[in-house]
Each structure stands twice: as structure tokens, then as C-alpha cells.
């Protein structure tokens, strides 16, 4: 074998290898949710993911097969369920307290979204909801006292 060749396929092993490796990394499991807070940064309205109203908050915390949190208005609490990556919410339920139009769209959208939810992904600190390819919330996590 030409030398060549022998660093053509040495380094055709070391690109597999290191794909093998992000395969197994990305990989996420119910740990990466259980006992952590996350606040959203980002929600999909009209199919783009969109900046949050000003001055509203949104967050999800999970505790034992339940996620509760802020919508933007209102606060909401259900089960959720985790195998691998896919993820399923509800039911849900929410405190009914009036809302601006605008803040009650975003929440409306927000709860549409964890509705809509089959799958997620944990990065470090951030957290991000999918209905298939299409992100549906962006959140950074936050430590809380």
C-alpha cells in the first residue's frame, strides 16, 4: 500500500470515528431534564422562531415527571414523558388569569409548541424543543436558589 493511500484511509477512520463519537454525545435521556430550570429564549410563531415579547418570561422546570413553569401570563403544570430523545407533554393544565393580546399569543404559542413536541436536545446549557426538524423553543438554562 502507497503511502498515500494508507493516510487517505487513516484519515477516513478518524472522520468515522469522530462522527461515531457526536452520534453518542447527542444522545439525551430523561437526566438531562430532571431537576433543572430553563427559560425560553426564543418561541416559533408562524413557523420562525421569534425573541420573546418584551419583559415577559417564560420557563419550564422539571421535577419527577412533571414540568411546570411560567407561559408568559399564566402558569402551567402537567406530566411529561421522555424515551431518548422524544419527548411527549400533557396533559396541561394552566391558571386562567387575562392577559394582553400580545402576551397571550406568545403563550398561546408556547403551549402549542410543548403540545406539538416529539423530540429534544440538551447542548450544555441550552435546551431546544422540535416537531421533527422544526425547533419550536430555544431555552438557556438558569440555577435557582
Not at 487517505?8 to 447527542?26: C, F, R, S
Not at 411546570?68 to 403544570?77: L, P, T
Request: charged residues 15%; negative net charge.
Amino acid at each position: 500500500m502507497h503511502e498515500t493511500t494508507w493516510l487517505k484511509w487513516g484519515t477516513l477512520a478518524l472522520a468515522g470515528a469522530a462522527a461515531l463519537l457526536l452520534v453518542v454525545v447527542a444522545f439525551n435521556t430523561s437526566d438531562d431534564l430532571e431537576g433543572r430550570t430553563w427559560v425560553a429564549e426564543e418561541i416559533a410563531i408562524d413557523g420562525s422562531l421569534t425573541p420573546l415579547v418584551a419583559n415577559t418570561v417564560v420557563t419550564a422546570t422539571f421535577e419527577d415527571g412533571s414540568v411546570s413553569g411560567i407561559a408568559s401570563c399564566n402558569n402551567y403544570f402537567g406530566a411529561y414523558e421522555v424515551d431518548g430523545e422524544a419527548i411527549a407533554f400533557g396533559p396541561l393544565g394552566t391558571t386562567l388569569m387575562a392577559c394582553i393580546p400580545e402576551i397571550l399569543a406568545q403563550e398561546q404559542s408556547y403551549l402549542l409548541a410543548l403540545d406539538s413536541a416529539d423530540r429534544f436536545t440538551v447542548d450544555g446549557s441550552t435546551m431546544t424543543l422540535y416537531a421533527g426538524d422544526t425547533a419550536l423553543v430555544t431555552y438557556a438554562e438558569v440555577e435557582v436558589d
